[in-house]
């Protein structure tokens, strides 16, 4: 009898080892979760999920601020900004918390939302693999609560070199908040 209780009580360990290693993992995995996101590779992570549904009604309301960069590639000749400009980029994010809009409401504090367009540096040293230097870029998205603490992060591949593809991958990002 004591070897049975000891064999559930070992499966039962492991099971809840297992389980919290693959939570861990799935937290900062690939996402797919929605269509744009199957598109390219994309990453997200929810940090304070009770802060969620308050930020997304904080863009149904336009009660949003945002700010950009960019990041230049260090070792190879950055071309990518020669086609895309930032200016434009803020108008693409713009237009697309806009579709999200139901009311017009305005608060003291707002949504900050922060992202920045990483151009690939395929002759980074550190790039080791041919498969890492494939895509064009990455557009990184951070949403922060009234507090000031990240609440969600997605990051997102775009692959033309001139940008063609960005504008899209910025409405996933919103997208892919929007949608949790």
């Known amino acids: 009898m004591k070897k049975y209780i000891w064999i559930v009580v070992s ?9 919290s290693i693959y939570d861990y993992v799935n937290k900062s995995a690939k996402a797919t979760r929605i269509t744009c996101q199957k ?4 990453f997200e992570r929810t940090y304070i999920k ?11 309301n336009t009660d949003v601020k945002f700010n950009s960069s960019i990041q230049k590639a260090k ?5 990518l900004f020669e086609f895309v400009k930032l200016s434009k980029m803020d108008d693409v994010l713009k237009k697309s ?28 040293p550190g790039k080791k ?31 033309d070199k001139k940008g063609a593809d960005l504008p899209q991958r910025i409405k996933c990002a919103v997208e892919s908040f929007m949608t949790l």
């Open 11 to 19: 499966l039962l360990f492991v099971y809840v080892i297992g389980n």
């Open 39 to 42: 598109k390219v590779t994309s």
């Open 50 to 60: 009770k802060d969620i549904k308050i930020a997304q009604q904080d863009i149904e």
């Open 75 to 79: 070792f190879a000749k950055s071309k």
């Open 97 to 124: 918390l806009d579709s999200y809009v139901l009311n017009t409401t305005q608060k003291e504090k707002k949504l900050e939302i922060s992202y920045y367009i990483y151009e690939n540096d395929v002759d980074d």
């Open 129 to 159: 693999t041919e498969k890492s230097k494939l895509y064009a870029g990455y557009v990184v998205f951070r949403f922060y609560n009234q507090k000031q603490e990240l609440i969600y992060q997605v990051q997102i591949d775009f692959m």
